[in-house]
């Protein structure tokens, strides 16, 4: 397939490299061109300028935010100014109101558009064994399957709605942040206790929780590596920022929320922008005078 990719962070540059693995031709943009140099020596070709991206059959977004994702789109330079007819897919974490709003702009435009962010870090991404959540008309996600076979190891399909693969999204990185705080919760009680944390994450990995989440995020607050961050902590509040927003518009209450955004404040505060998610650990630990 030809498939233009834009944004070359730790997570894009990961999904791009393991789409040119897979053979297929790639057109790259990122706003600081010398992130796309090692994809150009391996085969890319650095696009000219955001609609040289959308020319092929694909055109994928891996970016920041919504202010992020709507200047490539809707700018006066932007996919939906070029010729081209690509099919935009969506991989970022965005909101519920701006993947509607691409979905809409999208029809009158007659291109098609698909909603897929994934669930991983940048480990996940570089061994192309990320999830993907898809949602968008069947056959719009369908011919997106070569490149997410690239990318992933498993693809979720959301149905026909957009933006309910970003709800799911969202509801899922809030669930992370979530067993992040109760880790470190029960940590620092261990700690006080008098017991070592690593036997504590034993425990924990060994009997019940013996997931991925609690083993990646459980070492990582063992060992107090925060840098460098696979997922910044300012990210982090930018997505729990997402789910107050979806929440608030649905009408559900969220009382954890609140916590977990103040301690990736305080952790913001204390410890660095720099900083991963897991590091609300540490605000943790200093409410309990550790």
Not at 260 to 278: C, F, N, P, V
Request: charge should be negative; hydrophobic fraction near 50%; aromatic fraction near 6%.
């Amino acid at each position: 397939m030809k498939i233009g990719f834009v944004g070359l962070g730790n997570m894009g540059s990961a999904m791009a490299a393991n789409l040119l693995a897979a053979g297929h031709e790639l057109v790259v943009w990122n706003r600081s061109p010398e992130k796309a140099e090692r994809l150009i020596a391996a085969g890319a070709r650095l696009a000219s300028s955001v609609p040289d991206t959308a020319g092929g059959d694909l055109v994928l977004t891996m970016l920041a935010n919504d202010a992020a994702v709507a200047e490539v789109v809707f700018g006066a330079d932007g996919i939906l100014s070029s010729a081209g007819q690509a099919t935009h897919v969506s991989m970022s974490t965005i909101s519920v109101e701006l993947a509607d709003r691409l979905e809409e702009t999208h029809r009158a435009a007659a291109r098609g558009y698909v909603s897929s962010p994934v669930f991983g870090r940048p480990a996940a991404a570089a061994a192309g064994k990320l999830f993907i959540v898809a949602a968008g008309p069947s056959e719009v996600v369908a011919r997106c399957t070569p490149a997410f076979t690239a990318m992933s190891q498993r693809v979720f399909s959301l149905g026909e709605k957009p933006s309910a693969a970003n709800v799911v999204k969202l509801c899922g990185n809030f669930m992370i942040l979530a067993a992040i705080e109760s880790l470190g919760e029960a940590m620092t009680l261990c700690q006080k206790s008098g017991i070592d944390k690593a036997r504590l994450l034993e425990v924990l990995t060994g009997t019940l929780f013996g997931s991925p989440i609690y083993q990646l995020y459980g070492q990582l607050i063992v060992e107090g590596n925060f840098r460098p961050a696979g997922f910044a902590a300012p990210l982090g509040l930018k997505d729990m920022g997402l789910v107050a927003d979806a929440a608030r518009a649905a009408r559900v209450p969220m009382p954890v929320l609140g916590i977990l955004r103040d301690h990736l404040l305080d952790t913001i505060a204390h410890d660095g922008e720099d900083s991963d998610w897991s590091a609300i650990a540490s605000a943790i630990d200093r409410s309990a005078a550790l």
